[in-house]
T-cell receptor, first 114, second 116 residues
Framework: AQSVTQPDIHITVSEGASLELRCNYSYGATPYLFWYVQSPGQGLQLLLKYFSGDTLVQGIKGFEAEFKRSQSSFNLRKPSVHWSDAAEYFCAVVASGGSYIPTFGRGTSLIVHP | DAGVIQSPRHEVTEMGQEVTLRCKPISGHDYLFWYRQTMMRGLELLIYFNNNVPIDDSGMPEDRFSAKMPNASFSTLKIQPSEPRDSAVYFC??????????????FGDGTRLSIL
């Protein structure tokens, strides 16, 4: 079965600084990968997804993520963080050829200092 | 374009009472999921439906929990009797048929449940 690890429970950055949130997955083949964001009091919203092809994918709100097969990673990045980016971020993996039901990581809470 | 709609947004009730959470998925989505989110356990999949049929309920914590989907536009999650440890945020999500697994889930805004 696939699994997802988000090593950082909390990340604190200053507004305007760059951001990288880590996601590592465990799965034998190439998975389908997703990043979601959850703002306070709201449900999860899709930021971006990777299925195949270009390993650098662009998402909404200026986010991007890079799939690195050799490292089993799918880290989320943003060059300049805005205060409104403060939220919980979830990485999810779907095993190709399985039930296609995603497995979610525990999430990383992003705190943005002014 | 209406998203997934959950009601109520907040529910506070006393231990032992029956609780019913409601969800209206996005029209045309074949799959519906119920999740529970807590600080201790994160996001847990409770049950999911395909074309109104429950496919996997292995995440349902115990017999006090039940879920139904009488038609394509409505689902309920019921807890009877409720206990304080059931306090959590419950999310409903829907998606088109996963196909090759490339369909993301669309989440409602959740029901924040507090059992006193």
């Amino acid at each position: 079965a696939q699994s997802v690890t988000q090593p950082d429970i909390h990340i604190t950055v200053s507004e305007g600084a760059s951001l990288e949130l880590r996601c590592n997955y465990s799965y034998g083949a190439t998975p389908y990968l997703f990043w979601y964001v959850q703002s306070p009091g709201q449900g999860l919203q899709l930021l971006l997804k990777y299925f195949s092809g270009d390993t650098l994918v662009q998402g909404i709100k200026g986010f991007e993520a890079e799939f690195k097969r050799s490292q089993s990673s799918f880290n989320l990045r943003k060059p300049s963080v805005h205060w409104s980016d403060a939220a919980e971020y979830f990485c999810a993996v779907v095993a190709s050829g399985g039930s296609y039901i995603p497995t979610f990581g525990r999430g990383t809470s992003l705190i943005v200092h002014p | 374009d209406a998203g997934v709609i959950q009601s109520p947004r907040h529910e506070v009730t006393e231990m032992g009472q029956e609780v019913t959470l409601r969800c209206k998925p996005i029209s045309g989505h074949d799959y519906l999921f119920w999740y529970r989110q807590t600080m201790m356990r994160g996001l847990e999949l409770l049950i999911y439906f395909n074309n109104n049929v429950p496919i996997d309920d292995s995440g349902m914590p115990e017999d006090r929990f039940s879920a139904k989907m009488p038609n394509a536009s409505f689902s309920t999650l019921k807890i009877q009797p409720s206990e304080p440890r059931d306090s959590a945020v419950y999310f409903c999500a829907s998606s088109p048929s996963p196909g090759q697994g490339n369909q993301p889930q669309h989440f409602g805004d959740g029901t924040r449940l507090s059992i006193l």
